[in-house]
């Protein structure tokens, strides 16, 4: 199947389910062009990256999907169970779908998680990835996340955002950008926010990362709430040959708080790799 560059597109991965696909193709039309897929967070969509894409949009094809649920994709009913490796699944399909063979992966928070899972559990499809503020585990959400379901259903999805987002953002970000940042969230379906968040404290991705063997980087913040920097090493280094940066700040959303660092990242990354 073939994307119009630049174009939303809609992409049919199973009965109960089509993912909205943005693809950004600005390459050299002569030159190589890797295949990289962006992978976003809770209560989010492809347009998570969007400033990512003056970065690396000249030197890769970018695929930014709406994972299932979100975004324009198929909303979720609030009784729907979402199975972390299920979200892999969808990934593999709309690689099948795209009749990509081998692509980089990118993702940001539990986008970044499920990265990781993807490169283990698939090795023969992920030639490298980025995990951006990504927690191996998400365990520990065991008594937060049944507090936000109340929140949203009582509240409704704008309130927990901006009830949850000093932090998700930390302090950097001007007003401008956190309003930004709460419209896109709260796009959000309830119903799909009811059903992925009694899937998120089952995420333990811990066992996963040793069996990696592709190039890895990860990135984190000084001041994460999701784990300190020696927390984020002592899973980072069970990666084989894998790198940690560190930048400052306060947020564990590091992909939304720093972009251009980030993507500056990953853009000599990935170049070293296909160099």
């Known amino acids: 199947m073939h994307l119009t560059s630049n174009q939303p597109a809609r992409v049919r991965i199973g009965d109960d389910c ?16 890797e295949p990289v897929v962006m992978l976003h967070g809770l209560a989010e969509s492809g347009e998570a990256f ?64 499920l990265a990781l899972h993807l490169a283990a559990r698939y090795p023969e499809r992920v030639a490298a990835v980025a995990a951006v503020g990504a ?20 509240r409704g999805v704008e309130w927990w955002v901006r009830d949850t987002t000093a ?15 709460v419209e896109l969230m709260s796009r959000t379906p309830a119903s799909t926010l ?28 000084t ?3 999701l784990g300190s920097v020696d927390t984020v090493r002592a899973w980072q280094e069970t990666i084989p040959g894998s790198v940690l940066e560190v930048l400052p700040g306060d947020s564990y959303h590091v992909a939304a708080t720093h972009p251009d660092e980030c993507a500056g990242i990953v853009r000599r990354f990935f170049a070293n790799i296909s160099a």
Do not use: N
């Not at 996340?145 to 949203?152: D, M, N, Y």
């Open 167 to 181: 932090g998700r953002l930390g302090s950097s970000l001007p007003p401008a950008a956190i309003d930004w940042w």
């Open 18 to 33: 089509e993912l909205a696909v943005r693809v950004d193709d600005y390459v050299r039309p002569w030159g190589p062009s």
């Open 135 to 154: 927690p191996i585990s998400l365990t520990s959400f065991a008594e937060r996340a049944p507090t936000w379901r109340s929140q949203i259903r009582e």
């Open 223 to 225: 001041g994460s709430g």
């Open 50 to 113: 969007r400033q990512w894409v003056p970065h690396l949009a000249d030197r890769h094809v970018l695929i930014r999907p709406d994972l299932r649920g979100y975004g324009g994709s198929t909303p979720m009913a609030g009784d729907y169970p979402y199975r972390f490796d299920g979200l892999g699944r969808d990934i593999i399909s709309l690689l099948d779908r795209l009749d990509l063979e081998r692509v980089f992966l990118v993702g940001g928070k539990i986008g970044g998680t």
């Open 194 to 221: 009811e059903a992925f968040l009694q899937m998120v404290p089952t995420v333990d991705a811990t066992a996963d990362v040793p069996r990696i063997a592709c190039p890895t980087v990860v990135i984190t913040t």
